[in-house]
């Protein structure tokens, strides 16, 4: 079984991945994808949902929205939070979703992308959103950038939790720097829960290069949902892809 497909994963640090403020910030994070993307209305694909958070803001500015996620945990969270919403919610694997010509615009937001062995399988993905876009569709994906990680000095950092858990995640850059190795712990007293996993990393150059050739001919490269430039200051690797 892949790390992302044990939902023992999501639900031990469904707390710190998903906490209040993070999921408060949705409403604001869509309103700068929209601005991003152009797209004001019609059918939107928020592909790896998780528990919805996208997916509800989505909804609530009318928009007619399909969440797909691998995880029977986190669909039940987004199900919970998109009651009477009228959101379809799918449980798929994405390399497996593809729905042809259904949508004006499709996300992938929060590093929900690369995790599984390899880069083909990566660009499979790229080639089901494609082909699930309208020819006017705007696909717009959002995760951490290798170049953004090279800048970072400290690659271990540690969060205490609400409940008195404390996470602590460290990262590693494997040699070639094409994978991310991550160790997680949650300590709860004496106790301690580890996992460990991995996923693709990809430079700006590279997943404009996959983007294309997926069959993407324009695509435009950010460091921040607001639109700034994918340079020394980003935060993120925000690619907008039509």
Known sequence: MAWFEDDTFWKTFYEHMFTDARLAAASGEIERALALTGVTQGTVLDLCCGPGRHTVALARKGFQV????????????????????GVELIEADMRDFVR?????????LFTSFGYFETREQDFGVLKNIRASLKKDGVFLIDIIGAEILAT??????WEELSSGEIVVEHTQILPGWSRLHNQWLLVKGQQTTRFEFEHNLYSGQELEGLLKRAGFSDVQLFGSLDGTPYDSTAARLIARAS
């Open 66 to 85: 399909t969440g797909v996620d691998r995880s029977p945990f986190l669909l039940s969270k987004a199900r919970d939070s998109a009651a009477g919403m």
């Open 100 to 108: 042809p010509g259904a949508f004006d615009l499709a996300l992938s």
């Open 152 to 157: 970072r000095p400290c690659r271990t950092r």
